[in-house]
C-alpha cells in the first residue's frame, strides 16, 4: 500500500470518526428525565427544608446531591391552573386554565409533544387534571397531549383503589392499595424495561397525595406520627392548634409514604445503570396552609400556599453535591428550564424563562421578581371564604400584592417569614412599596393582563359555574355538557 493510499484511508477513517463521534455523543448526552409531581406539598415541610417532625430521609438525600430551588413558586396556586402551565410553558391567562376542571387546549404545543418529536419516549403516570370532562371520565390519546405511554387518571383525592386508564382503553383499572406506591412499583417496572432501549424517555409521574383528606396513608406510616406533637407554624391561631396538630400527623404520614416512593425509584434508576443519565425532578403543584392564617390548602398569596420544594438531580450539570440556588422559578418556566437542559429548542408559544443555564452558573440571574395570581377565586377559597382576585410579585425578599381596589399585602418574608405583618401603606415603607407596585404594573403589561374582575375571564372563556363561581365538574362539564362517566370516582373493575 502506498503512502497516499494510506493517508486517504486515514482520511475517510477520521472523517468517518468525526461524523460518528458527535453523532454517539448527542445520543448519550440526552438526558432522561423522571419528573415527580406531587400534590400541595408546601415547601416548608421536608426533612431538608429544616423541618424536623415530618421522616424524609430519601428526599433529604436526593437534596444532599441536588440543585436545591430554595425560592420556586407555584405562580397559580391551584391544580389544574399550575398543571396546565408546567405542561405548555404559558401563564394563565395565555393558556386559559385558571380554573380548575377546564380544558387545556388540545392544540398546544406541550412538553409531551415537544420530548416526542425530539426523539423521547414520553410517558405519564398518574393524576392529569387538565382535561374537563369530569374527573373519572376515560381521556382519549386525543386529549393526551403527546404522550406515547399513559396511565392515567383525571384527578381523585381516594387514594387507596383509585382508578386509572390505560392508552387508549376506556377499560377503568384499579391501583391496588396506596395509589402513589402502587403507581410508584409500576414506574420501576417501565423504567427497567426503558433502560435497555436506545431512546430517551421523560416520564411524569404525578401523585395526588400529600393533598387531602390527610388520615388516609397506609397504616405503616400513619403510625409514625400517631400521638406526636409538632411544632406548628408561628401563623397557626392558637384554638385551631390541635385540628392542625391532627392533620399535620396525615400530611406528614403521606409525604412518608412518598419518601418511600423515591426512594425506590432511585433504587431501580440504579440497579437498570439510567442514575448517571437521568435528571430526577421533584415538586409539588402547590402547597398547603394546614391552618396557617387560619386557613387551609391553596390559592392564597401566603407562603405556605405558594412556595413549594423543587430539587433537580442532575449529576451531570451540578456534580453530586448539594447546591442551593435563590432564582425565582414559576410554573411557566419550568418547560424552558427542562427543555434547556435537554438542548431542544424551546417553542415560541412558551412565555417562561429557560433558567438552565442561570442554574448551571453560565448566564447571569437577572430575574428579581416574578408573577403571582388568582385570576378567578373558586372551590375552597370561594369569596364567601374570602377568595377575591389579585395580582403580585414575589422577590427574594419581599410579597407584593394588589386586589381590585389597589395594594392589598406587602410582606418582608426576610424580617417576617411567618408574614404576620402586612406593611402596606406604612410611611417607612413608602418607597419599597412604590418600586414593587411599578414592577408588578409592569410585568402585567408584559403579560398583557389587564387585571379584570374574575368573572369577566370567565365569560370570555365560556366556562359554565356554579353559584359558587366554581366550574362544577360532578354532573357537566366547563362547557354545561352532561358528563357521561356516571360512576362517583370510585374504582369499578368493569
Ligand atoms: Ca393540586
Known amino acids: 500500500m502506498n503512502i497516499g493510499k494510506r493517508c486517504h484511508r486515514g482520511v475517510l477513517f477520521l472523517l468517518l470518526l468525526g461524523f460518528a463521534i458527535p453523532l454517539f455523543a448527542q445520543k448519550n448526552s440526552k438526558p432522561n428525565i423522571l419528573y415527580i409531581l406531587v400534590d ?22 436526593l437534596a444532599s446531591q441536588s440543585m436545591n430551588l430554595t425560592h420556586a413558586v407555584s405562580g397559580m396556586p391551584v391544580c389544574s391552573p399550575h398543571r396546565a402551565s408546567f405542561l405548555t410553558g404559558q401563564y394563565p391567562l395565555t393558556h386559559g386554565v385558571f380554573m380548575n376542571d377546564v380544558l387545556l387546549d388540545t392544540n398546544q404545543i406541550t412538553l409531551g409533544k415537544v420530548y416526542k418529536s425530539a426523539g423521547y419516549q414520553t410517558a ?16 382519549p390519546v386525543t386529549r393526551q397531549q403527546g404522550f406515547d405511554d399513559w396511565k392515567a387518571l383525571e384527578c381523585t383525592h381516594d387514594y387507596n383503589n383509585s382508578a386509572y386508564y390505560e392508552g387508549n382503553s376506556p377499560v377503568k383499572k384499579v391501583w391496588e392499595t396506596y395509589d ?11 423504567l427497567t424495561k426503558q433502560s435497555k432501549r436506545d431512546k430517551p424517555f ?28 409538632f411544632r406548628l407554624r408561628e401563623n397557626v391561631p392558637v384554638e385551631l392548634a390541635e385540628k392542625v396538630q391532627q392533620d399535620l400527623r396525615g400530611y406528614y404520614a403521606h409525604m412518608s409514604a412518598i419518601d ?6 432511585r433504587k431501580t434508576l440504579h440497579e437498570q445503570g439510567l442514575d448517571k443519565n437521568t435528571m430526577i425532578v421533584f415538586t409539588s403543584d402547590h402547597g398547603d396552609l394546614v391552618g396557617s392564617h387560619g386557613a387551609w390548602n ?38 424552558p428550564t427542562l427543555l434547556g437542559f435537554s438542548d431542544i429548542k424551546v417553542p415560541n408559544s412558551v412565555e417562561g424563562k429557560d433558567f438552565s443555564r442561570i442554574l448551571m452558573g453560565q448566564q447571569k440571574n437577572d430575574v428579581s ?29 419581599y410579597t407584593y400584592v394588589r386586589d381590585l381596589k389597589g395594594p392589598w399585602l406587602l410582606f418582608d418574608r426576610e424580617k417576617d417569614p ?13 418607597a419599597i412599596q412604590s418600586k414593587l407596585d411599578s414592577d408588578l404594573l409592569n410585568e402585567l403589561k408584559i403579560r398583557k393582563d389587564e387585571f379584570l374582575p374574575g368573572l369577566d375571564y370567565v365569560k370570555k372563556w365560556n366556562y359554565v359555574i356554579d353559584a359558587t363561581e366554581t366550574v362544577p365538574y360532578v354532573k357537566i362539564n366547563y362547557q354545561g355538557l352532561p358528563i357521561t362517566d356516571t360512576s362517583s370516582g370510585y374504582p369499578s373493575l368493569k
Open 260 to 265: 418511600d416512593c423515591i426512594g425506590m425509584l
Open 180 to 190: 402513589a406506591i402502587a403507581q410508584t412499583q409500576d414506574v420501576c417496572q417501565y
Open 298 to 335: 391553596k390559592q392564597q398569596a401566603y407562603d405556605e400556599s405558594i412556595r413549594v420544594p423543587f430539587l433537580i438531580h442532575y449529576p451531570k450539570a451540578f456534580g453530586s453535591k448539594g447546591k442551593k440556588s435563590k432564582a425565582l422559578i414559576n410554573s411557566p418556566d419550568i418547560m
Open 40 to 61: 400541595q406539598w408546601r415547601a416548608q415541610s421536608a426533612g431538608y427544608a429544616g423541618n424536623q417532625d415530618v421522616h424524609t430521609p430519601q428526599l433529604d438525600r
Open 124 to 139: 405519564f403516570w398518574g393524576k392529569w387534571h387538565v382535561d374537563g370532562h369530569g374527573r373519572s371520565s376515560y381521556i
Open 369 to 397: 421578581h416574578t408573577l403571582i395570581s388568582c385570576v378567578q377565586p373558586f372551590g375552597q377559597w370561594t369569596r364567601a371564604r374570602g377568595g377575591k382576585e389579585y395580582r403580585g410579585l414575589m422577590t427574594e425578599k
Open 418 to 430: 411567618f408574614q404576620m405583618n402586612n406593611l402596606v401603606g406604612q410611611p417607612s415603607l413608602a
Open 202 to 229: 421523560f416520564l411524569v409521574l404525578s401523585i395526588g397525595s400529600p393533598h387531602d383528606p390527610y388520615q388516609t396513608a397506609p397504616e405503616k406510616y400513619q403510625r409514625m406520627y400517631a400521638g406526636k406533637t
